[in-house]
């Protein structure tokens, strides 16, 4: 049974300034082909330093869009698919009205 991921406004703030940044867009989508992406596999993706990555999927586990796993001495990084499907839900409830007002008459 799958609960639906409801957003506070500091969250989905917090989602729209993590993807607003066209590299940690870029790294999101580069871990979201597979279900566990490991970290070390990034720099190969990336062409900055570790600490630039790092930096990046701490405002990505931040805004709730990813969260980590340790597999040993390993991380994994997991695209939380159901944060983003509410995020894109409530974009799209925000965006566009589920009745259009008609146009006022000039």
Known sequence: MSTAVRLSQVQFERIAKALADPRRFALLETIA???HYPCSRLQD???VGKATIS?????LIRAGLVESERD???VNYIVRRD???A???TLQARLIP???A???EA
């Open 55 to 59: 930096h990046h999927f701490k405002e």
């Open 72 to 74: 040993g001495q390993r």
């Open 98 to 100: 589920t009745q259009l």
């Open 45 to 47: 993706h990336c062409p």
């Open 33 to 35: 082909g597979s279900d």
């Open 87 to 89: 995020y894109s839900a």
């Open 83 to 85: 944060v983003l499907a």
């Open 102 to 104: 008609p146009a006022p």
